[in-house]
Structures are given as structure tokens and as C-alpha cells.
């Protein structure tokens, strides 16, 4: 089992709609967990963090959080062509001296 | 404020050679971690310093290795080249070593082995 899962996609979805982006992890202990967002050609940018069970919001993300399951998610609303790119979920071990571990990443297409 | 720089940014090496990949990290950062990116394996955690001192390790061979300067500045090197470990190196910097920080990464170094 990997530590971090992913649908690789892609996922498309129309102008204005909601993407949902989903991902699991396997390590129970783990506190902290982050989305990147990757264009192609460039290198990851941290889009959300996220520590405690729930939904954090930041403009048209949100984050969700479920540690008893073991999920992650990201919601983007409105979503714009320009949000095309694929999405990195990331989860900090238990350990103190853990790791970010990073899933596959998912590909979203946001068409016009 | 600079953000994570890394040189150079493209490499060409021969099966058998060694590269010196440097990171510097934004400034007031002291924890640098590497990760290799290719597209069958995705992003993979090499090492992450903090202070100088390696705090974790990927599941990567000896022949990878790196160290962090007393100005946090980072290098890694991959001794005896293959031709697998052409892949795009990422550094990134952190403000302190932990759960609560994310991360910035630089734009890569991309080495091709040939």
C-alpha cells in the first residue's frame, strides 16, 4: 500500500463547476497535510495546509480533513481554465522526525 | 524576499560521472529537503536537513548523499551516475524543521544522464 494515494485522472470538469480532488494515506500518527498545486514545467507551489479534522477555507479552495478515515480533500470552486495543472496532496509523518511524503498527484482539466 | 534558488538549472552527465546539485534556501530558512521527480515514480523524498544535521533519509542508494552548510545553504551529490537517475532534483526550504511547516520549492535542477 502506498503512504499517500491519489486517482491519477485526469479530471475534467466545465468552466464554474466544482473539482473535487480526493486522496488517502496510510500512516494513522500522521499531523499534518498540505495540497500543492504543479503546472506543467514548474516546480510544486503550496496551495492549503490543513492540521485538524474539518473544512478550511481560502478563497475558492477548501480543504477537508477526516483523520478517522484517513482522508484528504480539496475542493476548488468556480473553477477557471487557469486552474489546469496537477494537484499534489502531501502528508507529514507521525514520527519527529518524519518526512512530507507526496502522492502521484492528480491532473485536473478545467475546459472552457 | 528570493525565493529557493538552485543551480545550475539543466545537466547533461555521462553514465559513471558525479553531479554536485546546490540549493540555496530562502533566507531565515533552515530546513532544506530534496526530492526526486520523475514521471513513473512522481516525487520522492531523498533527505531533509536541519542545522546541518540530516534528520531522515530516502529510500535511495549511498550513491546519493548531501549536506547543509552553517548558512543553510544545501548540496546533493549522486556519485557513479546511471542512466535512472535522469529526473528533475527539487530542493525545498522550510522555516523550521517539523509538522507545521510547509514547504517552497526552487525550480529544479533537471539532469539527464546520458
Known amino acids: 500500500q502506498k503512504e499517500v494515494e491519489q486517482n491519477s485522472g485526469p479530471l475534467s470538469v466545465p468552466e464554474g463547476a466544482i473539482a473535487s480532488l480526493n486522496c488517502t494515506y496510510s500512516?494513522?500518527?500522521?499531523?499534518?497535510f498540505f495540497w500543492y498545486r504543479q503546472y506543467s514545467g514548474k516546480s510544486p507551489e503550496l496551495i492549503m495546509s490543513?492540521?485538524?479534522?474539518g473544512d478550511k477555507e481560502d478563497g475558492r479552495f477548501t480543504a477537508q480533513l477526516n483523520k478517522a478515515s484517513q482522508y484528504v480533500s480539496l475542493l476548488i470552486r468556480d473553477s477557471q481554465p487557469s486552474d489546469s495543472a496537477t494537484y499534489l496532496c502531501?502528508?507529514?509523518?507521525?514520527?519527529?522526525?518524519?518526512?512530507?511524503?507526496f502522492g502521484q498527484g492528480t491532473t485536473l482539466q478545467v475546459k472552457p | 524576499k528570493a525565493g529557493v534558488t538552485q543551480t545550475p538549472r539543466y545537466l547533461i552527465k555521462t553514465r559513471g560521472q558525479q553531479v554536485t546539485l546546490s540549493c540555496s534556501p530562502i533566507?531565515?530558512?533552515?530546513?532544506v529537503s530534496w526530492y526526486q521527480q520523475t514521471p513513473g515514480q512522481g516525487l520522492q523524498f531523498l533527505f531533509e536537513?536541519?542545522?546541518?544535521?540530516?534528520?531522515n533519509k530516502g529510500n535511495f542508494p549511498g550513491r546519493f548523499s548531501g549536506r547543509q552548510f552553517s548558512n543553510s545553504r544545501s548540496e546533493m551529490n549522486v556519485s557513479t551516475l546511471e542512466l535512472g537517475d535522469s529526473a528533475l532534483y527539487l530542493c525545498?526550504?522550510?522555516?523550521?524543521?517539523?509538522?507545521?511547516?510547509?514547504?517552497?520549492f526552487g525550480s529544479g535542477t533537471r539532469l539527464t544522464v546520458v
Open positions: 500512516d494513522r500518527g500522521s499531523q499534518s
Open positions: 502531501a502528508v507529514y509523518g507521525s514520527s519527529n522526525t518524519g518526512k512530507l511524503i
Open positions: 536537513y536541519f542545522s546541518e544535521t540530516q534528520r
Open positions: 533566507s531565515g530558512h533552515r530546513s
Open positions: 490543513i492540521y485538524s479534522n
Open positions: 525545498a526550504s522550510s522555516l523550521g524543521a517539523g509538522t507545521m511547516y510547509g514547504y517552497t
